[in-house]
């Protein structure tokens, strides 16, 4: 009987157990050293940041802020990376700048209609942050963005009200020096550790 259960047990723990994946990445040729066979072969990049040392709780609850601002703010800079890539070659593929200036303000209109709420509740650090992550996922400034769509004029507007707010459209994105921590928390939030 004794026996009977233990291979049931074991069947039963076969069973449940799960194969391994199957590597996908790619095996490069290798060569022999000392009778060791080197295989070369890419693997996907995997970052590692430093832990985080805080000098008081204060400077910590600020951290935690931030990656809370960070992550409410990136799904609409994703969105702004994607409809760019959308609708860019549709608005220069038309013919008149009429046709342009109408594709532009049906598309105002239904993102103002999304996130006019949204954005209400927001706060001017959350639109500094907004920016500074449109930069990155379109690698161009929101200035040079609006001067592309909707006109010099618009853009130099636009900086002015920004300039306003202590926001500059103009500002790039720089991951290893100003901006290292938001390239950090980016980083994290796109591989699932946020």
């Known amino acids: 009987m004794k026996r009977f259960v233990f291979i049931l047990f074991l069947m039963l723990g076969a069973l449940l157990t799960g194969a391994q994946e199957t590597d996908s990445s790619e095996v490069h040729m290798g060569y022999i050293q000392d009778g060791d066979t080197i295989i070369f072969k890419n693997i996907k990049e995997i970052p590692v940041f430093p832990d985080r040392e ?10 935690t802020r931030y990656i809370q601002k960070v992550k409410k703010v990136y799904p609409l ?40 709420n949204e954005l209400k509740t927001w706060s001017i650090s959350d639109g500094r942050i907004l920016l500074k992550l449109i ?31 202590r926001n500059d459209l103009k500002a790039g994105y720089d991951p290893d020096e100003e901006d290292q921590v ?12 946020l």
């Open 54 to 63: 805080f000098r008081n709780n204060r400077e910590y609850r600020r951290y």
């Open 77 to 116: 800079a994703v969105e702004a990376r994607e409809l760019l890539n959308e609708y860019e070659p549709e608005y220069y593929a038309l013919e008149t700048q009429k046709e342009q200036r109408k594709l532009m303000k049906q598309l105002e209109k239904e993102l103002l209609d999304k996130h006019k």
């Open 135 to 165: 930069n990155r996922e379109t690698e161009r400034t929101p200035y040079s963005l609006i001067k592309d769509f909707r006109g010099g004029f618009s853009a130099t507007f636009w900086q002015g009200i920004a300039k306003l707010f």
């Open 182 to 193: 938001l390239e950090e928390i980016v980083t994290l939030i796109e591989l699932g550790y």
